[in-house]
């Protein structure tokens, strides 16, 4: 099992930057894809960005490609999401779960708030 803590949000200003950890306990973190997730009031939730289980493999959502780069160290069990050039679409709660793939959950973080003002 993993327990999983998302922090670093914050409010940003469009065009900064903001970077979340999501911080693991248990001893096989290092065994699970890692995937941040948002949702946006009123909205579905979203798949982000997602990290294999060695870091040698990311994927991202076209509308952040370029902009966040997705990380993880897995002597610190931790992955990290750097936000760059936020948007005020950016604006979100987001989530981070620990999965057998990209884009899969089996455990939940609690979310950090995001907000992008323009």
């Known amino acids: 099992q993993v327990q999983l803590v998302e922090s670093g949000g914050g409010l940003a200003q469009a065009g900064g930057s903001l970077r979340l950890s999501c911080a693991a306990s248990?001893?096989?973190?290092?065994?699970?894809?890692i995937n941040w997730f948002r949702r946006a009031p009123g909205k579905a939730r979203e798949f982000v960005a997602g990290?294999?289980?060695?870091?040698?493999?990311?994927t991202y959502v076209d509308s952040v490609k370029g902009r966040f780069t997705i990380s993880r160290d897995n002597a610190q069990n931790t992955v990290y999401l750097q936000m760059n050039n936020l948007k005020p679409e950016d604006t979100a709660v987001y989530y981070c779960?620990?999965?057998?793939?990209?884009?899969?959950?089996?455990?939940w973080g609690q979310g950090t708030q995001v907000t992008v003002s323009s």
């Open positions: 779960a620990a999965g057998s793939g990209i884009g899969s959950f089996s455990y």
């Open positions: 248990g001893r096989t973190f290092s065994s699970y894809t």
């Open positions: 990290v294999s289980d060695s870091g040698g493999s990311t």
